[in-house]
């Protein structure tokens, strides 16, 4: 009888360390999964249209795009051309990361656009900004060492100007709140 207690034990141990080993194993490769879930999503490219870049938007453009570049045209707002141009370009490239990455911050930088900021997470994100003008664009890592980026250009609001130009400090600001 106590062999059959000790076999029956060492039986329902055995598939707790089994099932423990299973779960282990799917909580460990669930992240990788959502990641590669992220990477895989095409949520870009849904039933939008993905284009060649024609030469006259690149010139309405007017911001350096790397070479092989195509704009997924349904989720891209293009007003105005030239240095006037601002909107939103959806991107993507046949290019690594990282390689868009350094692409952007040279060439925006030898185009006259001067860096802000720029934050890595699982996207990169970064701010330029050239005269009256700024650009915010984020860099999101895909499959095959792909990428896209989304472009966003725009006019700096008179506020922003002005409180750039204004190098005297504000006296007397009322808080809104306390911290205590």
């Not at 099932?19 to 939008?48: E, F, K, Y």
């Not at 891209?76 to 990282?98: A, S, W, Y």
Request: aromatic letters at 6%.
């Amino acid at each position: 009888m106590a062999l059959a207690l000790e076999n029956r034990y060492n039986n329902i141990m055995g598939i707790i360390r089994l099932n423990l080993i299973l779960v282990l194993l799917v909580v460990s490769t669930l992240p990788s999964c959502a990641a590669l879930n992220n990477m895989m999503s095409s949520d870009d490219t849904d039933s939008s249209e993905v284009k060649e870049l024609s030469t006259s938007q690149r010139l309405q453009i007017s911001l350096p795009l790397p070479e092989n570049t195509k704009i997924i045209a349904d989720k891209t707002i293009i007003f105005g051309e030239g240095r006037r141009f601002t909107g939103v370009l959806n991107l993507i490239h046949e290019l690594p990361q990282d390689e868009i990455v350094e692409f952007y911050r040279v060439e925006l930088r030898d185009d006259g656009w001067s860096e802000i900021a720029i934050v890595r997470s699982d996207f990169v994100l970064m701010n330029f900004d050239k005269e009256d003008r700024f650009a915010t664009i984020r860099v999101n890592r895909k499959l095959f060492d792909n990428s896209s980026s989304e472009v966003t250009v725009g006019m700096k609001s008179d506020t922003t100007l002005n409180r750039s130009l204004n190098s005297k400090p504000v006296e007397n600001i009322e808080e809104p709140f306390s911290i205590q």
